[in-house]
């Protein structure tokens, strides 16, 4: 009996150091950046392909979809940059609610798959959507070079704390931070502009 | 405030990985249990509240009816609508199963029992509850019939409506511990009863009971599968397997939510008194029953709310007294705090 307690207590010795060694067993470097280039393919995949299912799809709510599919792709790029808060923000925020509208707003109007959507747009429509695909470029374009040097890191990210986060969005970057606000509400103005617009004619 | 600068560990060591599968395989284990139980539960208690006995055929005292129907349904053909969209017709019900099974990682269920430490559990969950509604709107427009898709339009107003005040009075919590981590939240609940954030936050408390009625489609609020309107809403196309998974993902979101309520709100893994042999995790779980008990107990009170009723609950009470609720604390804790 006293040999079985002991040959058990032995064995219980045994299994915390097998554990011990288990959780010190890291992963190679190698490993790492291995997974880390597979996500970021995989998420760029996610990013590329939602957004081209979002513009060839015939149906809207297909469509929307396809922006789902991009979104979550974001999201999970910011993971990848280790800012889990912006992530989960991400989903909350555009999936949760955003899409939601969407759909919303898809519901409120004639969905039709035969409807204008489906043609091929005109010269003019194309060289418009061509300008404002190419707008962000030429506005975040120069920063990103200027700044190419600088944004180039191979060490593994690391995580903003929250409450720094918090800091600096009420305090250094205050500015910016409202003004998003204003042109929520400069959105929000035109839509019950146009509401208002439509109850006036009838 | 320290609470919140611990960083994550980052390292992936194999002790992580086997952890992570053994939580998932637990977990998943605990769903289908769940749900096999809650199913029998309902309709048992359902007779009960009605004065009549429920099911007593299969078994005794009926406990195998569940088992039986769920061979039945494991059995039916899965049909789909024509002129369907197939694709989100099928992938919808999967949709609205796959996310629980993360959201369920990182609830504690005792002091340091969790599948997957996250400092931003709280928001986790947040996040990957919004993709429920996504998976009704799939499900409800792809069917091609409009008794689903009203079903879904309801579904989906409903949980974005209920998405605010749900999350008002959580923020209340997050303010009043400086967290959004689960566990510490479930931490900061230790010692006497009145540490309890029920009895510090009694109004968010109501609010967030009601919320989750809202949230998980369970009546008085289930207009987005009302029978008598709708003839079953957004699953009316439904049969087999993907019923099913709707049907599991009801009940897992109940469990969520009765979980959420138990480690938020009623102390998690504490106990109120010291009894041999029942602490932590065991706690945790007698709680999660009584919340859902309680779920399964007002849904065969009360009758349906009509849809305007329901909205006006949310968007004329719920809201204001929610950033009340939120602004009275957040200067309390100023007050107190410094």
Redesign the interface.
Known sequence: MIDLIASSAALMNASATG?EA??????PQLA?DI?AYVAYGLYVLLILGGGLWAVLAR?L??AM?GL?VTFMGVAAMYLLM?S??M???Q??IY???I???I??AI?LIKNTSSGEEVNFPGPLQALTALISAAAPLVLFGPIIVMNAGKLAQTE?P??T???ELGQGLIEYYVVPFEMISVVLLVAMAGGVLLAWDKRFKK | METILVPYTTDITLLSVLKLVVALVAIILLLIANSVVMVYLERKVAGFVQRRPGPYEVGPWGILQTVADTVKLLGKQILIPGNSDRFLFLLAPVLSMFPMFLMFLVIPYGPILTGLEVNLGLLLILAFAGMEGLAVIAGGWASNNKYSLIGAARAVSQSVAYEIPLILAILALAFQHGSLDLSVLNRAQEGWIWNWNIFTQPLAFLIFVITCFGETNRAPFDLPEGESELTGGYHTEYSGMGFALFFMAEYTSMMLVSFLAAVLFLGGSNAPVDIPLINGVWWTLIKMGAFMTFMIWVRWTFPRVRFDQLLNINWKWLLPLGLLNLWVTALVMKVVGN
Do not use: D
Request: negative net charge; aromatic residues 14%; hydrophobic residues 70%.
């Open positions: 554990v288990l959780s010190e067993m890291m992963l790492h997974m149906n709510v297909r979809f789902v280790a889990p808060f992530a989960f923000m989903l909350l999936i949760g609610a899409s939601v509208l759909f919303f519901m593994t690391v995580e704390p929250l409450a």
